[in-house]
């Protein structure tokens, strides 16, 4: 058996899978501030101890930078000088959220020309001088990057080794080339976001690992990452960016799970929005082009999603149209239902019959037919925008709010599986592993691509996966020039099924 | 006169990177270089091609090297001046005006930046109404102007000045000078008079870039068919609607070359240096270069590039008339598919389709 959580703004969903793939019991908590008694309320809940895996999905890091809440202030150490002057770290961010992470920025010399060539040697006279004012400014974040350490990542391991150094083990650092791909400003952001989030992670980390302890559970922790695969709590701790996206890509992938179907619209209905993808063969559709997360450009391949302000704790205006303002995690406080005073759509779910919690009595009063229309009306619009055809596609609604929605206008086909409420903490559970290949290959394109290939497979069956069950995800070559025999660098992505039994040997 | 201010550059850049016809790299970088620039010197006067006198000096401004390196390595800033600055001590006279050598692209951009720079106005039009990858792939070759003088500065402050026998050989020796100063270099060159100007220039392209990429932007706001709306706009014709299924890449002198495949209702191969050059359907040519053949995120209508093609992206390819100077003998023999290399000669877009 392992067990899936999803740690989200509102609740944190338990689920427990047995080991043929049954869905034995799915549990709801609200999240709490420390993140550790929600998580530790819903394992007592479950009451299984005995399991494989523990797998968690989190929106909680995304959350701090959509709310430029809980971030440190970022030292961004950007080696280039003296090209990439132009266009400085930081330059495409809100202000709003630049005023909040940055914390000093420095342009220093080195990085390399797309051949590896440096564009300028590294300084370390000036990078002495850069970990003198981090120092002297108290920062405990440190982001580097550098021009093409996708190609090179030698000066930007040099200058975190010099500036390691000199600050200290207390202060992390965050390497670009280990975190986005080709693009300068972009994969810069998301090492920016990643060391913003550093200690966040240290603290979070070891709350999820807390909670286990505290419910009695032993086994490995694992979180998931951005494409559904799962990583362990050493690098979740030095990467939580790469968490970013894993809320709708769990929610799409337990939902596929849950329903039986590998392509069709996913609408996971939470406590403050509702999120609409769309599943091609059992994977989530992903955005094309720049991915901004909190209106923050970067290179991530994150699922293309659409949310609209619409969730069980949103509140019903006098107008009859509901949200985008919520109530969030104080829904249990606020709604008229537990004994508050203000109008929710879980209140409108309740009027209508279509939930019972919470005192009926006290939404006697409440129509609730025109409310609900409308925002069955607001979520097919959203649904057909992310359609591309005007095929029939069947829809799943998930997520405890999903009660808010019964049928939708314009489609036929729309169904609530078995353990909807949790399908977010399904979609952890069932999480892969992967395997990642990234490193210079040179000779025909069809051979080393087939080279390339193999390796992932055998890395990813290495990392845990179950021989078989593995495949490729993802393929990207980058040509490097002006190097003798086709030089290309090539990443490839493997996935493939969590194999249980190794985790149990 | 009208001027180009920070708000107008999303469209622009949009619409440009559109009629970059999968090349002339992101405009997104050149899009923050100018919107930079403009922040710090003000907005850049705007004039229609009749507006400018006959004696004026008009200099192109533009970058040259790989796209991808543009991804990567950003420039210092100082690049266009430092070549702007050259050209101007070589003929003795100060410039009176900035012109785009080429609208598609980050080159659309590029002299925005430059202008804003260097405080002159910018003329709405360019020397080839659409994205190619040679220097001497412009309109004013084809009117026996040349591309010399022509400087050439990168980031590290080095800069070099060409006087060359043809504007083929210019873009010879450039492109070598650009590889050895690390694939990404400004340029200042192709010097006009006014009264050349209409002769040497595709016109208004500046003010069809930002129409297009209006026409885009507002086409989704309104939940209509964003790719329908480009399409009208220029005037083309829509190719193929379907999915990438491979790409193959390789950056050889300079250039990033390569084939994708697309899958939908049959199957369209692309072959691309930089730019869109072919386009086979099931076989069958239904495009080449010079005319536009542009790929569009079919959700979004945004413009997609050469590098930027992945497999599962959904697109749709429209092709768009080029310049009728083009399709001139001078013109196919300057870019059409047998320079590139390409065993078949022009054959006009589909329209009626």
């Known amino acids: 058996m392992r067990i899936g959580i999803d740690v989200g703004g509102t609740n944190t969903d338990a689920a427990l899978i047995g080991d043929d793939g049954q869905v034995l019991a799915g549990v709801k908590r609200p999240t709490t501030e420390d993140v550790t008694g929600g998580i530790a309320s819903a394992l007592t809940a479950l009451g299984a101890t005995r399991v494989s895996a523990v797998m968690i999905g989190t929106t909680h890091f995304v959350n701090a930078l959509v709310e430029a809440a809980r971030l440190e202030p970022v030292a961004i150490v950007r080696l280039g000088l003296p090209a990439t002057a132009a266009l400085p770290p930081l330059v495409d961010w809100p202000d709003r959220l630049r005023q909040v992470v940055e914390g000093a920025t420095y342009l220093c010399h080195g990085g390399c020309e797309y051949d590896g060539t440096p564009i300028s040697e590294l300084d370390p006279e000036e990078l002495q001088r850069v970990a003198d004012d981090i120092r002297r400014r108290g920062l405990r974040t440190v982001a580097i990057s550098s021009a093409f350490s996708p190609v090179s990542d030698e000066h930007e ?215 609900l229309k409308l925002i069955a009306e607001r979520v097919a619009e959203a649904v057909d925008r992310m359609r591309t055809s005007p095929a029939p596609l069947p829809v799943v609604l998930v997520g405890g709010g999903s009660i808010l929605v019964d049928e939708l206008p314009g489609f036929d086909d729309v169904r609530r599986p078995d353990h909807f409420e949790v399908a977010n903490a399904v979609g952890a559970a069932i999480a892969q592993v992967g395997g990642e290949v990234d490193r210079v290959f040179s000779g025909p394109r069809e051979q080393v691509l087939e080279e390339a290939r193999g390796e992932a497979i055998a890395r990813a069956e290495r990392a845990g996966a179950r021989p078989g069950s593995v495949r490729i995800v993802d393929v990207e070559e980058l040509p490097l020039a002006y190097l003798p025999g086709n030089a290309t660098r090539i990443r490839v992505k493997a996935v493939g099924d969590l194999d249980l039994e190794k985790i149990d040997a | 006169m009208r001027e180009i201010t920070a708000d107008r550059l999303d469209d622009m850049a949009r619409g440009a990177g559109i009629l970059g016809t999968g090349g002339g790299g992101d405009p997104y970088a050149g899009k923050l270089l100018a919107r930079e620039a403009i922040r710090k010197h003000g907005p850049v006067p705007l004039v229609a091609i009749d507006e400018v006198p006959a004696d004026a000096t008009v200099v192109a401004i533009s970058g040259m090297g790989a796209p991808t390196v543009l991804l990567e390595k950003l420039p210092a800033g100082t690049e266009e001046l430092a070549a702007l600055r050259a050209l101007e001590a070589t003929l003795g006279r100060p410039a009176t005006h900035i012109v785009p050598i080429e609208i598609g692209g980050v080159n659309s951009m590029i002299p925005i930046a430059a202008a804003a720079q260097a405080g002159l106005p910018i003329v709405d039009g360019d020397a080839m109404g659409r994205a190619f990858p040679e220097a001497q792939m412009v309109l004013p070759t084809l009117i026996g102007v040349s591309n010399t003088p022509m400087a050439v500065a990168d980031d590290k402050g080095n800069t070099l000045v060409l006087n060359a026998v043809s504007n083929l050989w210019a873009e010879r020796l450039a492109r070598a000078a650009c590889v050895q100063m690390g694939c990404q270099v400004s340029c200042a060159d192709t010097v006009m008079r006014g009264d050349q100007l209409r002769d040497g220039l595709v016109p208004a392209t500046l003010t069809l870039a930002e129409d297009l990429g209006r026409a885009v932007r507002e086409a989704r706001t309104r939940h209509a068919d964003p790719v329908a709306a480009a399409t009208e706009v220029l005037s083309g014709v829509e190719l193929f609607r379907g999915k990438v299924v491979d790409v193959e890449r390789r950056t050889t002198g300079g250039f990033a070359r390569g084939q994708a495949r697309l899958e939908g209702t049959g199957v369209l191969e692309l072959s691309f240096q930089n730019e869109h050059l072919l386009a086979r359907l099931d076989g069958e040519i239904v495009a080449t270069t010079p005319d536009l053949i542009c790929v569009l995120d079919t959700d979004s209508g945004e413009p997609v590039t050469t590098e930027a093609m992945r497999y599962g992206l959904r697109v749709t390819v429209i092709g768009v008339p080029c310049d009728p100077r083009w399709t001139s003998p001078g013109g196919l023999a300057l870019a059409g598919p047998r320079y590139f290399g390409y065993d078949c000669d022009y054959q006009p877009l589909p329209m009626s389709s």
Not at chain 1, 302 to 327: E, H, N, Q
Not at chain 1, 337 to 358: M, N, R
């Open chain 1, 157 to 371: 391991r040099r200058a975190a080794e010099l500036l390691a150094a000199e600050l200290g083990p207390e202060v992390h650092l965050s390497l670009s080339a280990e975190i986005g791909r080709v693009g300068l400003l972009a994969r810069e952001s998301a090492t920016i976001v990643n060391a913003a989030l550093r200690p966040l992670a240290d603290h979070t980390v070891a709350a999820f690992a807390e909670a286990l302890r505290v419910a009695g559970i032993t086994a490995p922790l694992f979180l998931s990452q951005n494409d559904g695969t799962l990583m362990d709590v050493e690098q979740a701790r030095r990467y939580p960016v790469a968490t970013f996206a894993s809320g709708p890509t769990n929610s799409m992938r337990g939902a596929a799970y849950l329903s039986g179907l590998t392509d069709c619209a996913v609408v996971d209905i939470g406590g403050t929005t509702s999120d609409v993808g769309i599943l091609v063969g059992g994977f989530p559709r992903e955005a094309a082009g720049e991915a901004l997360v909190a209106e923050v450009r970067t290179n991530f391949r994150i699922p293309d999603v659409l949310s609209i302000g619409i969730g069980g704790g949103s509140i019903v205006a006098d107008d009859g149209t509901t949200g985008p303002r919520s109530v969030g995690f104080r829904l249990t406080d606020e709604a008229l239902v537990f004994g508050g005073d203000t109008l929710t759509a879980t209140d409108l779910a309740v009027a209508a019959g279509l939930a019972s919690i919470g005192d009926p009595a006290r939404v006697a009063h409440v129509s609730p037919e025109r409310p």
